[in-house]
T-cell receptor, first 113, second 115 residues
Framework: AQSVTQLGSHVSVSEGALVLLRCNYS??????LFWYVQYPNQGLQLLLK??????LVKGINGFEAEFKKSETSFHLTKPSAHMSDAAEYFC???????????FGKGITLSVRP | SAVISQKPSRDICQRGTSLTIQCQVD?????MFWYRQQPGQSLTLIAT?????????ESGFVIDKFPISRPNLTFSTLTVSNMSPEDSSIYLC????????????FGQGTRLTVV
């Protein structure tokens, strides 16, 4: 079975500050890991993904995430928050082709001026 | 990536009635997935639909309440039956494409309100 844990439901940062959104996964096989962003009243947008290879992956809008197998983590970071980053962020895991995508409960990111 | 056309985009329905949501993919896909996103919540998988076989339902979801059809490799429907206000949610269909099936794509969602 696969699962995703996103601790906390809300993170608030100041504009220009570091963004760190935590994600831990559970999987019996090597996982594929994803971060999605959802802006209010909009659909899901893929930020980045890890499948194989380099463990530090870069995505859109300046976000990146590092796959750490030993810690079963895939935390999302951005060096400098922008007001436009305010949204809901979902971590998700998949355990291979033809397997389902399982989402974490999501984290709301607020950015203070 | 592939595109899913989902309809209706929103609906307001009376309790006790049923609503069928349709998803049309612009390419053939092996598996399609149906999710529910309740207000302020994450996406919860309802079922996985393969062409030519019964859908596989997740714990807490049953075929009588959420019957699914998958008549071919580009189309699927989800019916929300005997609706109650607790069924008010966004319903999304999804599939994968690309290498290792890691390119997930989603329909735009159906925002359902049951009154």
């Amino acid at each position: 079975a696969q699962s995703v844990t996103q601790l906390g439901s809300h993170v608030s940062v100041s504009e220009g500050a570091l963004v760190l959104l935590r994600c831990n996964y559970s999987s019996s096989v090597p996982p594929y890991l994803f971060w999605y962003v959802q802006y209010p009243n909009q659909g899901l947008q893929l930020l980045l993904k890890y499948t194989t290879g380099a463990t530090l992956v870069k995505g859109i809008n300046g976000f990146e995430a590092e796959f750490k197998k030993s810690e079963t983590s895939f935390h999302l970071t951005k060096p400098s928050a922008h007001m436009s980053d305010a949204a809901e962020y979902f971590c998700a895991v998949k355990t291979g082709a033809n397997s389902k995508l399982t989402f974490g409960k999501g984290i709301t990111l607020s950015v203070r001026p | 990536s592939a595109v899913i056309s989902q309809k209706p985009s929103r609906d307001i329905c009376q309790r006790g009635t049923s609503l069928t949501i349709q998803c049309q993919v612009d390419s053939q896909v092996t598996m399609m997935f149906w999710y529910r996103q309740q207000p302020g919540q994450s996406l919860t998988l309802i079922a996985t639909a393969n062409q030519g076989s019964e859908a596989t339902y997740e714990s807490g979801f049953v075929i009588d309440k959420f019957p699914i059809s998958r008549p071919n490799l580009t189309f699927s429907t989800l019916t929300v039956s005997n609706m109650s206000p607790e069924d008010s949610s966004i319903y999304l269909c999804s599939s994968f494409s690309g290498l290792l099936d890691t390119e997930a794509f989603f329909g735009q969602g159906t925002r359902l309100t049951v009154v």
